[in-house]
Nanobody
Framework: QVQLVESGGGLVQPGGSLRLSCAASGFSFSSADMSWYRQGPGKERELVAFISSVGYSTNYQDSVKGRFTISRDNSKNTVYLQMNSLKPEDTAVYYC?????????????WGQGTQVTVSS
């Protein structure tokens, strides 16, 4: 059974930092491209950061470049999102996504989300 479990969210003041974790199980984590998305109040879900399974190449939404860092630890089946210099507009539910291809079929899985609130 595929599972993605996010943790690390919470309430933080503007300028603060949080590190989100997403623990994966039930599939070959090292073969999966991993992403973090977020959905703010009244907004659509949007891609925040991506890390590939091969070469660990990364991409970021423009609004988080230089502040957020995505990384992965294949030995722990976990992907991280280090968030620094947080702003109120970063307030959202953050979701982890896994995409993998097996025998020519692409599978996508989502976690349940973790709330991040940036407020003074």
């Amino acid at each position: 059974q595929v599972q993605l479990v996010e943790s690390g969210g919470g309430l933080v003041q503007p300028g603060g930092s949080l590190r989100l974790s997403c623990a994966a199980s039930g599939f070959s984590f090292s073969s999966a491209d991993m992403s973090w998305y977020r959905q703010g109040p009244g907004k659509e879900r949007e891609l925040v950061a991506f890390i590939s399974s091969v070469g660990y190449s990364t991409n970021y939404q423009d609004s988080v470049k230089g502040r957020f860092t995505i990384s992965r630890d294949n030995s722990k089946n976990t992907v991280y999102l280090q968030m620094n210099s947080l702003k109120p507009e970063d307030t959202a539910v953050y979701y982890c996504k896994a995409r993998r291809t097996t025998w020519g079929q692409t599978y996508t899985s989502w976690g349940q989300g973790t709330q991040v609130t940036v407020s003074s």
